[in-house]
């Protein structure tokens, strides 16, 4: 597609329950991030994939949060046993670096984000 | 480690305004720096940027200069317009990474008013 595409745009869940939450990047971007939002704060790293390997997932909070990515295409980040503290907007991202194909710039292209609220 | 302090917000403006949003950053080697945009209702996308010292990023009449020597890089417009509405985000990049590790700081709301 024409960008970084999140789904669902909003998640209202039970606390305990599991959620997925969903990035489909830009076609042929080789690197994709996952990136958490808390209300009022900045932007927290969780993970970053190259294709569908995860050299850098040290951002994850705990054993309850999981993320995996198809190829150089989708990624699905799945949050168990959801808890309050989960509650945020989760933005991907993806990029070109690492690919060959272009020198690591920063700029990475991001997704309108999905806001998940746990009650 | 790394790591992106900026002024709090919310800040507001009247139309035609002077803007300054403060920015230092805290790294062990050289970063690029950047300034990242997030207006309402859409997705952050790169205002601007500077990989070296001295230089200086622009972009719709925005400016930041990267400042070694006070590790800052401050965001200013000479006149924002109400349309410059959003959070913008003060972020770092370590190129001793193989990728795109991008660390942000915690943004700032701008308000502007006509």
């Known amino acids: 597609g024409a960008g970084v595409s999140q789904s669902p745009s909003n998640k209202v869940t039970e606390k305990g329950k599991d959620v997925e939450l969903r990035c489909d990047p830009i076609s042929g971007h080789t690197a994709l991030y996952w990136y958490r939002q808390r209300l009022g704060q900045g932007l927290e790293f969780l993970i970053y994939?190259?294709?569908?390997?995860?050299?850098?997932k040290s951002g994850l909070p705990s054993d309850r949060f999981s993320a995996e990515r198809t190829g150089e295409s989708v990624s699905t980040l799945t949050i168990q046993r959801t808890q309050q503290e989960d509650s945020a907007v989760y933005l991907c991202?993806?990029?070109?670096?690492?690919?060959?194909?272009?020198?690591?710039?920063?700029?990475?292209?991001f997704g309108e984000g999905s806001r998940l609220t746990v009650l | 480690g790394d790591s992106v302090t900026q002024m709090e917000g919310p800040v507001t403006l009247s139309e035609e305004a002077f803007l300054t949003i403060n920015c230092t950053y805290t790294?062990?080697?050289?970063?690029?720096l950047f300034w990242y945009v997030q207006y309402p209702g859409e997705g952050l996308q790169l205002l601007l940027k500077?990989?070296?010292?001295?230089d200086k990023g622009s972009n719709k009449g925005f400016e930041a200069t990267y400042r070694k020597e006070t590790t800052s890089f401050h965001l200013e417009k000479g006149s924002v317009q109400v349309s410059d509405s959003a959070v913008y985000f003060c972020?770092?990049?370590?190129?001793?990474?193989?990728?795109?590790?991008?660390?942000f700081g915690p943004g700032t709301s701008l308000s502007v008013i006509p």
């Open positions: 500077a990989t070296k010292a001295d």
């Open positions: 991202a993806s990029s070109l670096a690492g690919s060959g194909r272009a020198m690591n710039t920063g700029e990475l292209f």
């Open positions: 972020a770092l990049s370590d190129r001793g990474t193989s990728y795109d590790k991008v660390i």
């Open positions: 790294a062990t080697g050289y970063p690029s």
């Open positions: 994939f190259q294709g569908n390997s995860a050299p850098d």
